[in-house]
């Protein structure tokens, strides 16, 4: 059974540093300030009396948990050592920064109860991480994973497409190099122009220019293809909608849609899309065939795939049905001439 996750927001708490795309209030909605034992214990009763008898999983967002100073990392993780000695809480997750992570650091969190470290690799090119100002370098991460995995701790990855002087080739190396590495998992953040920020100044200046959202959603869906050819889930692409980011103003520029992911992945059955009828004449009518929960994803937002096949090569797709028998990432185009099928990772 999945897990019901129970937050907990540290906004940039233990950070040593304000990177220049960072103002976690506003991309969490969450105020600053630690949790209180007692609002803890509370806020987990609420989550497993609505939680229908799913595992209960801590965690801690934002902020940089291991650089808080001990005694306050003591204080989070106490209240939960009955909790999960008795079973009510299943998991303990945190994120954190790569450079606050040691061997030492490892062993304490896992003999907490830690299960799951997030590091905020966001670039493994250096020249995009000083751009940046997160104040490590890519070395960093590599002896993170280490330490952690040593440990017996899964560790996941969140990555940043779109820094400073980041290239849709430097993004791809840094996935790769962070693959390597073997993730328990993988975010993916486009980079977003955040009022506030000093990227907000570097934009207003011109120094800095975002994605464009097409170009953000295509490179996101070859890191995502390459994900899954890897084995690697990808468990968000793109920031979570709140309140707070889609007030007019908090958002300046770069690529901001509140279903991202569905973008990208849509992006994915596209290009295959474009493959399966590279030669089938124009003019031709066609079904295409998908998993029943990839429906939308094929025809896209608004039939947009859809529009724009017919657009590029011609041919009108007249019905997308579900069938049971392919698998999520399986197409089947039909047509007079016969039947075509490929899969988004051929």
């Known amino acids: 059974m999945k897990p019901l996750i129970v937050p907990f927001f540290i906004s940039h708490q ?17 105020r600053s300030g630690l949790p209180e034992p007692e609002e803890m214990i509370a806020t987990i009763d609420r989550y497993a009396a609505s939680g229908r008898g799913r595992p209960l999983e801590v965690a801690f967002y934002g ?23 008795t079973g009510s809480v299943a998991r303990v997750r945190l994120s954190t920064r790569p450079d606050a992570v040691d061997g030492e650091t490892a062993r304490f969190l896992a003999s907490r109860g830690v299960a ?43 990555l940043m497409p779109g820094l400073p002087g980041d290239t849709a080739d430097s993004t791809l190396e840094s996935l790769e190099r962070v693959l390597a590495l073997s993730p328990a998992f993988v975010r993916i953040y486009p980079t977003l122009v955040v009022e506030g920020t ?34 690697v889930p990808v468990i968000r692409i793109g920031l979570q ?32 899309l474009q493959r399966l009828t590279a030669g ?22 608004h039939r947009r795939n859809l529009v724009r096949l017919r657009e590029r090569s011609g041919v009108a797709v007249t019905r997308v049905t579900g069938s049971s028998h392919l698998s999520p990432y399986d197409l ?10 490929g899969n988004v990772l051929d």
Do not use: K
């Open 14 to 30: 233990g950070c040593p540093h304000q990177c220049v795309f960072c103002d976690q209030e506003r991309i969490s909605g969450q």
């Open 63 to 85: 902020g940089t948990f291991t650089s808080l100073p001990r005694s306050d990392q003591e204080r989070l993780l106490a209240p939960l050592q009955p909790l999960m000695a």
């Open 116 to 158: 799951t470290v997030e590091l905020g690799v966001q670039s493994m090119d250096d020249a995009v991480l000083t751009a940046a100002g997160r104040g490590h370098g890519a070395a960093h991460v590599e002896q993170a994973f280490a330490s952690l995995c040593g440990a017996g701790i899964d560790v996941g990855a969140q």
């Open 198 to 231: 000093r990227l907000a100044e570097l934009w207003r200046s011109g120094d800095y220019n975002p994605l464009a959202l097409d170009d953000a959603v295509s490179l996101c869906a070859a890191m995502l293809r390459r994900c899954i050819s890897a084995g």
């Open 241 to 272: 909608p709140t309140e707070e980011l889609e007030r007019p103003g908090t958002v300046l520029a770069g690529p901001w849609h509140p279903a991202f992911r569905q973008l990208a992945e849509s992006e994915l059955f596209f290009d295959l």
């Open 280 to 301: 089938i004449p124009a003019g031709s009518d066609l079904e295409v065939v998908c998993a029943p929960r990839r429906l939308s994803d094929v025809a896209g937002q």
């Open 332 to 341: 089947e185009v039909v047509y007079a001439g016969g039947t075509i099928a």
